[in-house]
């Protein structure tokens, strides 16, 4: 089975609470991806992850909904 990428932004864990223990003791394993290729949204808490990526989720739908107003350009 082919796993495929999310459209748009989203939630994830980069960093492992074992391998890394500095991000553990601190709650910074959470990250956001989803938003460009060149983009890197690491080290946060999971609830600074949530709200980044409702915020980015936002723009990304309305960027979408503009496109396709635009007749898909």
């Not at 500095?22 to 991806?33: K, P, Q, Y």
């Amino acid at each position: 089975m082919t796993q495929r990428e999310p459209s748009g932004p989203y939630v994830y864990a980069p960093y492992g609470s074992i391998s890394h223990p500095e991000h553990d003791s601190c709650n910074r394993l959470w990250g956001v991806s989803g938003v460009h290729m060149l983009c890197t949204i690491k080290g946060l808490t999971k609830d600074e992850a949530e709200k980044i990526t409702r915020v980015l989720q936002g723009v990304h739908v309305a960027r979408k909904l503009a496109r396709d107003a635009k007749g898909g350009e």
